[in-house]
């Protein structure tokens, strides 16, 4: 239901897309909506990344670069 709604496509590859259900509400602490869509915070975001499969630290950790330039653009 997500995937379609995403409209992803299956891949015999690597993937770039993991869709997830939380346990608890704790991540979409400082959540915010952007046209609509709603993104969880830039550090909850970073924390998944970088304790994700595959290439996702290397994510992580440039989001974290990007915060740190940043701090003025995602900070309240």
Known sequence: MCAAALRARTSSGATNLLVIEPADDKPF??????????????????VDLLAGPGRMPQEGDALLEWMAANEDRWRE
């Open 29 to 46: 602490v400082r959540s915010f909506d952007d046209d609509g869509v709603r993104y969880v915070a830039y550090s909850q975001a970073a």
